[in-house]
């Protein structure tokens, strides 16, 4: 099965910019779709963004607008533009056969996540 793994969170300040990268390996299928989610302290495991195959994308209304998931089969980036204290969270790819979607419950493959935190 697909094998994700995360990297480019760091510690920022408010407004500023990061760029997280996940790296794919072992898919198969043509039809599928990458997603960001994010989790915060004390929170549930929240959508952030998701490509499928196509280019098709989908925001979660808390970062359209400020962030842009692109790539392709192999290498999904999350750019992260005017971030917010509360966009502070660990930051997981992952992946499902099929189309995007918002559930976390829908996807198959997860990467170990990456840290982002935002500082005033």
């Known amino acids: 099965q697909v094998q994700l793994v995360e990297s480019g969170g760091g510690l920022v300040q408010a407004g500023d910019s990061l760029r997280l990268s996940c790296a794919a390996s072992?898919?198969?299928?043509?039809?599928?779709?990458m997603a960001w989610f994010r989790q915060a302290p004390g929170k549930e495991r929240d959508f952030v963004a998701a490509?499928?195959?196509?280019?098709i994308t989908r925001y979660a209304d808390s970062v359209k607008g400020r962030f842009t998931i692109s790539g392709d089969k192999t290498l999904v980036y999350l750019q992260m533009n005017s971030l917010k204290p509360e966009d502070t969270a660990v930051y997981y790819c992952?992946?499902?056969?099929?189309?995007?979607?918002?559930?976390?419950?829908?996807?198959?493959?997860w990467g170990q996540g990456t840290q982002v935190t935002v500082s005033s």
């Open positions: 992952a992946s499902k056969v099929g189309n995007t979607s918002p559930r976390r419950d829908d996807y198959d493959s």
């Open positions: 490509v499928n195959w196509a280019g």
């Open positions: 072992g898919r198969t299928v043509s039809s599928y779709s």
